[in-house]
Structures are given as C-alpha cells and as structure tokens.
C-alpha cells in the first residue's frame, strides 16, 4: 500500500473515532441542557457504550502498524507530522493503560463524583475522604502507567498541555505568586471601590437578548453554533460547523452571566476557527487547554473587563435597563467590574487573586502525588494555605478543599491550565498592542473584526498543529514567562486604584 | 456456557446496539430540533458512521451463533421467546441483504430525497422520475434478497407491521373504500358545517401553554420526556426514561397545532408506558407501526375530536384566547373541527377522506413493485386514482404523487400502517367502551387516568412481546377487520351531517 493510501486509511479509522467523540459530546451536552430528568441512569450508559467502542477503535493494532508504519515517511509536511505526533500520543496513552485500570478508575470516579456531591452538600470531608483516597490512589498508579522523569504529576499534567512539568509551572507560578501576594496587600491600604449599584434586579430577558449580541458583535457565530442554558457554563465541538455554547443567568448578577458569555464566545471562536481541512483528525481541536482558556480569558478578561469597551457598551447597556445605570459613568463601572476582593471560591474570583487558588491547588496535588500530603491532612494543609496567600480563615470544607469537582474526577494536573491560559494571553496581547497599534481605539468603537482576524491567523486557524510552547514562539518569539502577566496585573490595578 | 449466561451475554449485546440507536436518534432529534445550519455536513457523517457500526454489531457471527443456541431451549418464558423472536428476525433480515445493496440503497435514497425536494418545489415529476426508478429498482431488489411467497411487497411491509400481506391489505381496506366513498358522497348532498370561526389569529405562546397543560392532563410525562419544535411534528424515544415529542405551531391554525400535540403524546405515553425491564432489548418497543399509529390517533382523533372532549377544554380554551371563542357552542365547535372535505394532501385531510389517500398509495405500489405500472405513468395513474376515489384534478404533482417523502426513501409498504392504526383503533375503541362503561362520561370531566391504565396495562406495558394480529387477539377477542371502524365513520358523520 503507498503511503499515501495509508495516510487515507489512517485518516478514515481516526474518522469514524471523531465521529463518535462528537456524538458522545452532544449526549453530554442534551445531558446538561435539555434531557429530561428521568433520562439520567440511559445516558450515563449511553456515554458508557460509547466511551468503550472509542477506546477499542483507537487501540486496535491495525491503528498501531499504521502509525508506526507513516512515522518513517521521508518528507512529511509539518501538517502530516502534527497528525501523526496526536495519532501517536493518543495510542500510547490508551495501550499503555491496562483495561483493568481505566474500568477502575471510571467506575470510581463516577462513584465519588456523587460522593462528592453529597459530601459537600453536608459540609462533611469525613464522607468524602475514602473515595478521594481511592481516586487518587488509582490516579498515582495511572502515572505510573504513563512514566515520567521527577514528578508523577508531569505524566499526568501533559494530558491537558502537553509538555507541561511541574518544574515548570514552579517557574512561572512562583514569581507570579509573590507578586500578586504584594500587589493584594497594596490594594488593602487603598480606597475601596462603590460596587452598589450592581446590587440591583436584572432583567434575564433583557440580559440574554444583550449576551446574544454582544457574542455577535465578537464574531462567534451564531450559524455554526447557538447558545443554551446551563448550570456551569461550557464550550463544546460537536463537529465542523457546530461549536455550541452556554452560560447561565442570575437576577441579581448583571455581570457574571454576560462576561461567562464572552468566556465561552471566546472558546467558542477558536473553535469556530479551525482549518475546515483537519476536520474528523485529532488536529480539529485547540492547541491545548491553556490555550483554549488563554482564549477565552483574551476575550472575556482583557477586552470584556477593559475601559475602552465599556466605552462602546455601556450606553447600549443603559438602553437595555433603563433607569439602572443612567447615573453610573464609565470610571464607576469600570471600577466597579474589576473589583479585587480575595474570597474562598475561585470560579467567583476576580482576575488578581484568581492565581492564587490556582497556585494553592497545584502546591497540594504536588504534595499529593508525590506521596508528602496524606489526605487525611488535606482540610488542614488546605486552610493553611488560604490563611498564608489571601489572609483569609475558611469556615468549612465545603467552601474549602471540596469546592472544586476536578480531584473527585480524577483530574490531576489540569488546574494551573487556568493559569497557563492568563500568562499565555498577557504575552498574547503584548504582541497584539504591537502589531495593531490602534487595537484599544477599535475595541472603543466596537470594532473586533481586526483582533478577531488576528487570532484567527495566529492561533485559531491551526488547531493543533503546533504544541503550546511552540505556538506562543512562532507569535511572540519569546520563550513562556508570567513577566507580561505580572507587569500588566501591577499597571491596571494600580491604576485603578491609585497606588 | 449455561442458557442463562447465553442469555445474558445475548442481551449485553444487544444492549450496547440499543444504546447506539437511542445515541442515534439523539443525533435526529437534534438535527431536527436545535442543530446549528452548516453542521448539516458533519451530521450527515456522524449518523453513518453510527449506523455503519450499528449494522455490523448487528450481524457480528457470535450473535448468530447465540441466538440459533439459544431458540433450541426447552421451557422458553413468553418473554424470552418474543426476545428471540426479535433478535432472530432483525438479524435474518441484516444478513439477507449484502453489503453492497445496502450501501447501494443508502446512497441513492440520500441523494433521492435531496432530489425529490427540488423537483417538488419545482413541481417538475420529470426532474424526480430517475431517480425514483433507481430507487424502486433497488427497493425490488431488497424485495428479492428477503423472499415472499406473492408479492415483493409483502417482503417490505413486514419490516412495518410483522406478517402484513398484500392479500390481507385489500381484505382490509377494500370494504373500508367503498363505504367511505358512499359516505363522502351523501355528505356533498348535506348542510355545509360553518368553520369560519377558526379563521382567526391564535397567540403561539397561548398554544403552546394549553397544548402542554392537555399533554400532561392526558398522561404523558414531561419528567420523561419534553416538548420542543420541529418542521414536521414526531416522537422519539432516546432510552428508557427519555421520550420526546415535538410539535409545529402556526398563527392561522388553533386545532393543528394542539392537535399534533395530542397525538404526539399519544405516542409518547405508548412508548413511556413500556416495562422498563425491556429496556436495552428490541422489546422496549411498540409492538409495531400500525398499533403505534392506533394510539396516537385514538388519543387525536377518537378522543380529542370527540363532543365529550370539548365539553371539557372549550370553557377552557376560550381562557386562554379571551374574546375569540365566546360566541361558539360546543356543537358548533364540535362540527367545525369535524369537517369532511375531500382535498389533495394527505397529511391535512379529516378522518373520513383520509383512508382513501392510503387506498390510492397502496394500489399504486403494488402496480409499481410488482412491475404492473412504470414509473414514467405514475403521475396519470395517480390523477386517475384521485379523481376515481375523491372527485379531484389534480392540479400539479407537487401535490399530487410528490407530495410524500416515503418512496423518495425507499419506504414501500409503510403507508397501509396508517389505516391499520385507524382499524385497530376502532376495534381498541369498541372494547374499551364495553370494559369502562362511562368513560365518555370520564372525557367529559377531562378524567384520562382510567382510560390511560387501560392502554397501560392491555398494550403499552407489553411492548414489543405480542405480534399486531395476536395483541389485538387477546385485547379484542376478534381477527383484525375494518368492520368497526366503518361502523364509527357511518354513525358520527351521519350524526354530525344528520344524514
């Protein structure tokens, strides 16, 4: 068979295995929107089936011989090369797990996300703590599975970005630490920012109709993708011409629900962006997930939550609530969105302190996994260290080491993705400011068709060509650092709050 | 292996077959629902990769070789048997058909119906005759791989409603044609019933809120299932516990829209209604087309244009169209939504014309199969048949034999299931009379419950165990006849046109 023939053979069984990851994405998303409660028990088996055909699909042998037979190619194009490095990772990844050990571990994070749930619900870690020593028992032994030079983390972390090592994220989180640490203590000593005049009932209607248009006014679009809601908003890619996003509304909060929408419109953009071409191979997808969220932290932190686009929204915001903002200007509001207040959850946090509950878990999931933290220990070393980084005392662990639903997951090694994804947009934007000169003049005016043109030639058109480190090389032509992130942290807020 | 191990096995299966379908239909359901345009291209490509594992998992040896083990048991359940029975015949008809047919079919029926739309719109049949001739070369020969002992259409309809013949068809229907005939024709010579009280504007939301309040008062169940809109009104059951129904709605038609509703949830509580311990085998299912088709018009036709009916929900529909109903009787409405009027499309006519549009199909693709009509004389031959049976010229083909999409899909032998529901109903209708002697007199205070656990517990709980001649042998006491439903049809529109 010729090599080109091959490459199509390769390409049909990978297919048919995209196919099926895209029907199982929209049983996951009719699960979070629309399906009917009683439905609850067939889809969980329903995504079951399915999950098993995909793992047997991309483990036969016949996928193997392929691979390993187009790896000695002469003359690949960078394209074909990408293709093959994503067939090759995600083949070892799956044959290097035993059967027996992906059951296990499925069946018990199933188990313990509902022990979770529970658990938290009642405040009680106690009810929790078997099934989390259990999941991260197996998780340790899947990374031995996988292999790895110094941390077990690192053959887990590489997953959700690839090449990523808990050396590194030392690296850049340790700096980026100490200086959102002194920047929060200067902020303390300053003026507090008046934030009452969020505290107001906002109409959903209204909120949604503003959402819709703000998502279009962005360039996600609405023909191959819509917008639903749900109870954690989410992007997903249920195939070329379908990227879908939610978001959920509240009364109260004008805010949360119009930026999650911008959050998610800036996925869902990348997304919508990928060369058509690679659709059904694994280079149909982002690059990595810091890079997904650098994306959409890109949209819906640095231009959502910045002055010159309040500038442009604002009065359009007045003509939906009437009566609500008419005495509110552009400083106020300004202000007033990007208050900093350190609190106990991270999905509430505001973009300075964020960092920090990100740091906090990466430093316990390092103790963890390498064997110097017994779980027993968790709510202790947990609290000590909200005590330590935000100065705060949390009252219980259902606001502390059991908010978040990744560990019940088994999801280790994905949380400093969240962020990897705001140092990545911080250089991201450095080099932006420099190739369009008047980008924040544009933003004013509600003009997003050059950075979206821009993102979409740097970044989003190539899905996963290239790896994350690459990537941000051939864009910024800097190696990874938090410099640009910790700069652009001290300049905003100081300003804002004149220190 | 023991039987019961066999069995088991036999049922993990077709479990994981069964999970695929309902994945399937959650795929269809939402390509008609909520799919985003330009994913029309990927959807395509992910329902066949789907169906293409779903036919080889179907045809695997090691299900043969199980079911053939397992039909030789002694001491067989009624349940096990009606298993085997299902499993048996779904294979035996998989793996009559080579491959190559079909692809063959899959192919030429995707592209016939992109055809056939087209040709429609442009009222060309010339445009659609080839490849409707491809099709029904290829449907003949599906008939040929199958086998029959009369006619290929017997091979086909089979697959509709099990162990239906031609022969037993004209039994059926030819007394059903000759009486509707002389029924129709002393209705021409009777009083006009006034309907000009429905030419009205009716508010969308209005319609949806009572359409859902009369869903639930029936019996269906929103906690297993939902309401949503589609271009052309169905039911779907995504698994057990998931049963979703879908409906239209349209400014100018109050009783259209709520009645599609009803006989939508007609379907729908049928499929809820089925012993959740049949779930995941081929027996969580309707027994057939023609009994499904028999609830969901008992529920619209028998019960929601009945007087009793609208004794109860006309004082309630005039609250919810305030001003638009309050000078219109319950006899006046009653014959309004009654009329009798011969017309050209299928799917808007009343139920007494309504059987001759499946009478003048029927006898036309049994010409066709059996190589009696050529397809370039369809159109004079349905012309004839329309103006033989209901008096019409036919003005144009877009609504004459274009009208349907079914021969466009391959789908010969399914129209006479629509006039099975109707004669099964009848005769469900006549019992059930007998068994609850007030239950018009239940409809009339809008009280389902009774008449709803009757249907519970004479079909829906059974499922697919009984075939349609012995459900309604052991339901009725009596052979399928069209008797009934002849004598219903004379005595209310006698009654209504006091003839």
Same mark, same amino acid.
């Given at each position: 068979?010729?090599?080109?023939?091959?490459? +199509? *053979?390769?390409? #049909? @069984?990978? $297919?048919? =295995?995209?196919?099926?990851?895209? /029907?199982?994405?929209?049983?996951?998303?009719?699960?979070?929107?629309?399906?009917?409660?009683?439905?609850?028990?067939?889809?969980? +088996? *329903?995504?079951? #089936? @399915?999950? $098993?055909? =995909?793992?047997?699909?991309?483990? /036969?042998?016949?996928?193997?011989?392929?691979?390993?037979?187009?790896?000695?190619?002469?003359?690949?194009?960078?394209?074909?090369?990408?293709?093959?490095?994503?067939?090759?990772?995600?083949?070892?990844?799956?044959?290097?797990?035993?059967?027996?050990?992906?059951?296990?571990?499925?069946?018990?994070?199933?188990?313990?996300?509902?022990?979770?749930?529970?658990?938290?619900?009642?405040?009680?870690?106690?009810?929790?703590?078997?099934?989390?020593?259990?999941?991260?028992?197996?998780?340790?032994?899947?990374?031995?599975?996988?292999?790895?030079?110094?941390?077990?983390?690192?053959?887990?972390?590489?997953?959700?970005?690839?090449?990523?090592?808990?050396?590194?994220?030392?690296?850049?989180?340790?700096?980026?630490?100490?200086?959102?640490?002194?920047?929060?203590?200067?902020?303390?000593?300053?003026?507090?920012?008046?934030?009452?005049?969020?505290?107001?009932?906002?109409?959903?209607?209204?909120?949604?109709?503003?959402?819709?248009?703000?998502?279009?006014?962005?360039?996600?679009?609405?023909?191959?993708?819509?917008?639903?809601?749900?109870?954690?908003?989410?992007?997903?890619?249920?195939?070329?011409?379908?990227?879908?996003?939610?978001?959920?509304?509240?009364?109260?909060?004008?805010?949360?629900?119009?930026?999650?929408?911008?959050?998610?419109?800036?996925?869902?953009?990348?997304?919508?962006?990928?060369?058509?071409?690679?659709?059904?191979?694994?280079?149909?997808?982002?690059?990595?997930?810091?890079?997904?969220?650098?994306?959409?932290?890109?949209?819906?932190?640095?231009?959502?939550?910045?002055?010159?686009?309040?500038?442009?929204?604002?009065?359009?915001?007045?003509?939906?609530?009437?009566?609500?903002?008419?005495?509110?200007?552009?400083?106020?509001?300004?202000?007033?969105?990007?208050?900093?207040?350190?609190?106990?959850?991270?999905?509430?946090?505001?973009?300075?302190?964020?960092?920090?509950?990100?740091?906090?878990?990466?430093?316990?999931?390092?103790?963890?996994?390498?064997?110097?933290?017994?779980?027993?220990?968790?709510?202790?070393?947990?609290?000590?260290?909200?005590?330590?980084?935000?100065?705060?005392?949390?009252?219980?662990?259902?606001?502390?080491?059991?908010?978040?639903?990744?560990?019940?997951?088994?999801?280790?090694?994905?949380?400093?993705?969240?962020?990897?994804?705001?140092?990545?947009?911080?250089?991201?934007?450095?080099?932006?400011?420099?190739?369009?000169?008047?980008?924040?003049?544009?933003?004013?005016?509600?003009?997003?068709?050059?950075?979206?043109?821009?993102?979409?030639?740097?970044?989003?058109?190539?899905?996963?060509?290239?790896?994350?480190?690459?990537?941000?090389?051939?864009?910024?032509?800097?190696?990874?650092?938090?410099?640009?992130?910790?700069?652009?942290?001290?300049?905003?807020?100081?300003?804002?709050?004149?220190?």
């Amino acid at each position: 068979m010729s090599e080109s023939k091959k490459f +199509q *053979q390769l390409r #049909t @069984l990978y $297919g048919e =295995i995209a196919d099926l990851c895209h /029907t199982e994405a929209l049983l996951s998303w009719d699960q979070q929107t629309y399906m009917p409660p009683k439905a609850s028990g067939s889809r969980a +088996q *329903q995504i079951a #089936t @399915l999950s $098993g055909i =995909i793992h047997e699909k991309l483990t /036969t042998p016949e996928m193997g011989e392929l691979i390993g037979e187009l790896e000695s190619t002469p003359r690949l194009s960078v394209v074909q090369k990408a293709f093959l490095r994503e067939m090759r990772f995600n083949y070892d990844r799956k044959v290097l797990l035993p059967g027996k050990l992906v059951k296990e571990l499925a069946r018990e994070t199933a188990q313990s996300f509902g022990i979770w749930e529970k658990a938290k619900n009642q405040k009680s870690f106690k009810a929790y703590r078997p099934s989390l020593e259990k999941v991260v028992n197996l998780t340790r032994q899947v990374a031995e599975c996988y292999g790895y030079k110094n941390s077990p983390w690192d053959a887990l972390a590489t997953d959700y970005e690839r090449g990523l090592t808990a050396e590194k994220v030392e690296n850049l989180l340790g700096p980026l630490r100490d200086s959102t640490i002194s920047l929060i203590d200067r902020i303390k000593g300053s003026t507090k920012v008046n934030i009452k005049f969020l505290d107001q009932k906002w109409d959903l209607n209204k909120q949604r109709e503003f959402g819709v248009r703000v998502a279009s006014d962005l360039g996600y679009d609405f023909a191959a993708g819509r917008q639903d809601v749900s109870a954690h908003p989410f992007t997903t890619s249920i195939g070329q011409g379908d990227v879908r996003i939610t978001t959920r509304y509240s009364e109260t909060n004008l805010v949360e629900a119009l930026l999650a929408t911008v959050h998610e419109a800036g996925h869902g953009m990348y997304d919508q962006g990928i060369n058509p071409d690679y659709a059904r191979t694994p280079l149909h997808d982002g690059t990595s997930l810091g890079i997904h969220e650098s994306q959409s932290r890109l949209w819906e932190v640095r231009i959502g939550h910045s002055k010159p686009f309040w500038e442009h929204y604002l009065p359009h915001l007045r003509q939906y609530f009437p009566g609500q903002l008419d005495e509110i200007n552009i400083e106020h509001f300004y202000r007033g969105i990007n208050q900093v207040r350190p609190g106990f959850i991270r999905i509430e946090a505001d973009e300075v302190t964020y960092n920090l509950h990100i740091i906090i878990r990466f430093e316990l999931e390092m103790k963890i996994l390498n064997g110097d933290l017994e779980i027993q220990y968790l709510p202790e070393a947990w609290n000590a260290l909200y005590k330590k980084y935000l100065g705060l005392d949390v009252p219980n662990d259902a606001v502390g080491c059991m908010q978040d639903v990744h560990w019940a997951c088994g999801s280790f090694g994905y949380f400093p993705t969240y962020s990897m994804g705001n140092i990545y947009n911080a250089m991201l934007l450095e080099t932006m400011e420099n190739e369009i000169s008047d980008m924040w003049q544009q933003v004013s005016k509600g003009y997003f068709v050059n950075i979206l043109a821009w993102l979409q030639d740097k970044i989003y058109q190539h899905g996963r060509v290239y790896l994350p480190e690459e990537l941000m090389k051939r864009i910024t032509g800097k190696p990874i650092s938090s410099d640009s992130l910790v700069q652009y942290l001290n300049s905003k807020y100081s300003t804002i709050y004149g220190l």
